[in-house]
């Protein structure tokens, strides 16, 4: 019951902030329409509960709070010595949102041609209406997600970024998502990224929390709309390492046209409960996709994976590999499908999902699933649950290195596998590093 009048209760403020927000669109602009549509669509689905089948192992209703403000006008000071440590790279273009609006203040980008076009998605709503109503909710479903829907109706501002035909970035552009409150605050950003024909780009992404007390409760629900147009190449990296306090559910949605290449990694290293839903479509033939990802909660934590990669058009490549320690009494939840349509022949799809189990409280469900209406395919998929390899820790204790020491390499050594697939090796570097810090 309680739950029941929470819902209601944040339901009824959400209501009131959109129809502050509606107030500000043009009456006949095609997102005010979208807007409207997604929250009908909102209202009408209600905060997923343990029922949805989506959410089964995600009590995502407990970490609703009534209490949650959607709308902040209070500027938040950042130090710059204490910003500085938030770059992990040198060289990148750096866009920066607090609380899901984007600062001019703290975004560093690097001057550049028309080629590569940064900017905040708010002031994209008012100035370029044709690449909107082209691209804005059209990939990204409202109608079966509640929080696509949540997001679509009230989302005010996040980073756009376009790369134009042939334009290779040799700086990769780094978003960082700041949430920086002392209150409850339900915060909703979007990302909006087209990389044109032939274009190549590499995309970092961090969410990271500041001063919140212990005793408040944060919510970042983050979108994100990746298209990638004929022969484009874009690499993905996502870092989430807000508070113990943080929930977050965070949508991304990549639309893939042919002969492209995509690959994303999602680094799951704390929040009191991760959400994503990374969902790819290769719409179109020869499109190459990679999927990586490495999940560490702790501490009564909870980290979710749903991943869809749909293999629309024939003749393409699609590799997943997740992984996943839990400990401390944690959680984590693996739920990866891979769909061939009746049109999508010659396709090679793998997926594999790998977890270890550190102590007897921790737990982790697994669903990884091929479903599959073509008959000339490769597919495979697996699944596999273990603990710390014993023969290994005897032989680390026999050479006089303490448990404590031994369990570190051995855990260390099971998330390398994917931490290697990075490529950009500054980024690789930082990434390792968080992962050190983790395991201490």
């Not at 710059?80 to 984007?102: M, Q």
């Not at 699933?369 to 023969?391: N, P």
């Amino acid at each position: 019951m309680t739950d029941l009048v929470t819902t209601k209760t944040l339901t009824d403020t959400i209501g009131k902030a959109f129809e502050n927000h509606l107030s500000k669109l043009n009456a006949n602009s095609a997102v005010r329409s979208m807007r409207v549509m997604a929250m009908e669509n909102f209202l009408s689905m209600g905060f997923p509960d343990k029922k949805n089948e989506e959410y089964k192992y995600t009590p995502i209703a407990s970490f609703i709070d009534d209490s949650f403000g959607l709308e902040t006008e209070e500027r938040i000071e950042i130090p710059l010595k204490r910003f500085k440590k938030l770059l992990p790279l040198k060289n990148a273009h750096v866009i920066v949102l607090i609380n899901g609006i984007f600062s001019d203040e703290h975004s560093q980008l690097i001057p550049t041609d028309s080629s590569i076009f940064i900017s905040n998605l708010a002031a994209i709503y008012a100035s370029q209406k044709e690449t909107i109503e082209k691209h804005f909710a059209q990939y990204a479903d409202s109608s079966k997600d509640a929080f696509s829907a949540l997001n679509t109706a009230l989302a005010k501002d996040g980073a756009y970024i376009r790369i134009a035909a042939g334009t290779v970035v040799n700086e990769p552009v780094h978003i960082i998502n700041l949430i920086a409150n002392k209150k409850n605050l339900l915060v909703n950003s979007r990302n909006l990224i087209l990389v044109e024909k032939s274009a190549k780009v590499d995309i970092v992404e961090t969410f990271v929390s500041l001063d919140s007390a212990a005793s408040e409760k944060l919510f970042t629900n983050h979108l994100s709309e990746v298209i990638l147009e004929e022969n484009a190449q874009a690499t993905y990296c996502r870092i989430q390492a807000e508070e113990d306090n943080v929930t977050q559910v965070n949508t991304t949605q990549v639309q893939q046209h042919k002969g492209s290449n995509f690959t994303t990694h999602t680094f799951s290293l704390s929040g009191a409960l991760v959400r994503n839903n990374l969902s790819i479509v290769l719409a179109d033939e020869q499109c190459e996709t990679h999927l990586y990802g490495l999940y560490l909660p702790r501490k009564n934590e909870l980290m979710d994976n749903h991943t869809l990669v749909d293999h629309r058009m024939p003749n393409c490549y699609s590799n997943e590999l997740y992984k996943g320690i839990m400990c401390n009494d944690s959680t984590a939840v693996f739920n990866g499908k891979i769909y061939v349509r009746p049109d999508a022949q010659k396709t090679n799809a793998y997926q594999s999902n790998k977890n270890m189990l550190v102590d007897d409280g921790s737990s982790v469900n697994t669903k990884p699933q091929l479903e599959i209406y073509a008959d000339d395919v490769k597919c495979s998929h697996g699944s596999s649950t273990g603990r710390l390899d014993e023969e290994a820790m005897f032989y680390l204790r026999s050479r006089a290195i303490g448990e404590s020491a031994a369990k570190k390499l051995l855990l260390k050594a099971f998330a390398e596998e994917v931490v290697n697939t990075i490529t950009h090796e500054p980024l690789k570097a930082y990434v390792d590093g968080l992962i050190e810090n983790r395991f201490a």
